[in-house]
T-cell receptor, first 114, second 115 residues
Framework: ETGVTQSPTHLIKTRGQQVTLRCSSQSGHNTVSWYQQALGQGPQFIFQ???????GRGNFPPRFSGLQFPNYSSELNVNALELDDSALYLCASSLPGDRGDTQYFGPGTRLTVL | AQSVSQHNHHVILSEAASLELGCNYSYGGTVNLFWYVQYPGQHLQLLLKYFSGDPLVKGIKGFEAEFIKSKFSFNLRKPSVQWSDTAEYFC?????????????FGTGTRLKVLA
């Protein structure tokens, strides 16, 4: 059991809407990363937050934004949803000082955009 | 741009067969290398990782991987697979420094082991 939880489990939205996905990191982990996993693909890195600051970003447009809170929970916000945003969104946390930065994944939120 | 390539998308093996899954990456700097596994109905979890030292690393459940820097490769191996190894396997790389950090996954290899 990884200890990373995500909510909601499933979500259906329509094109143009906005969505907020939530993640609770494993206890003691101060770094959180978000990934998008389309069907049949590997996880695509969206961004990482460390101590409430964005620490790195993948090739995603600015309408994908995030927040990390002092209790290390985090949010992924996506504005102006597009059909291609339909995917599994994964949150992963990692231990401070972990050499190599192992990611501990949550179960994901399945987002469907109609 | 950094990328990770996994050569086999689907692999079917019989129990006790040997396994090797290929992984190549493109990145010129220092990297950390990973294999993650997703068993049916479970979360992605770490199988093994390399960040320095001995290029032959051992992970859980009898898996190992060898980092060959000159070939930009990190292939996963297991001498004798079991039915319970049926899963999807992802190779991953992380690179960059604070503010430019990235974590890149390959597209995955679905392994089916026949009993």
């Amino acid at each position: 059991e990884t200890g990373v939880t995500q909510s909601p489990t499933h979500l259906i939205k329509t094109r143009g809407q906005q969505v907020t996905l939530r993640c609770s990191s494993q206890s003691g982990h101060n770094t959180v990363s978000w990934y998008q996993q389309a069907l049949g693909q590997g996880p695509q890195f969206i961004f990482q937050y460390y101590r409430e600051e964005e620490n790195g970003r993948g090739n995603f447009p600015p309408r994908f934004s995030g927040l990390q809170f002092p209790n290390y929970s985090s949010e992924l916000n996506v504005n102006a949803l597009e059909l291609d945003d339909s995917a599994l969104y994964l949150c992963a946390s990692s231990l401070p000082g972990d050499r190599g930065d192992t990611q501990y994944f949550g179960p994901g939120t399945r987002l469907t955009v109609l | 741009a950094q990328s990770v390539s996994q050569h086999n998308h689907h692999v079917i093996l019989s129990e006790a067969a040997s396994l090797e899954l290929g992984c190549n990456y493109s990145y010129g700097g220092t990297v950390n290398l990973f294999w993650y596994v997703q068993y049916p109905g479970q979360h992605l979890q770490l199988l093994l990782k390399y960040f320095s030292g001995d290029p032959l690393v051992k992970g859980i459940k009898g898996f190992e991987a060898e980092f060959i820097k000159s070939k930009f490769s990190f292939n996963l191996r297991k001498p004798s697979v079991q039915w319970s190894d049926t899963a999807e396997y992802f190779c991953a790389v992380n690179a960059g420094t604070s503010g430019t950090y990235k974590y890149i996954f390959g597209t995955g290899t679905r392994l089916k082991v026949l009993a």
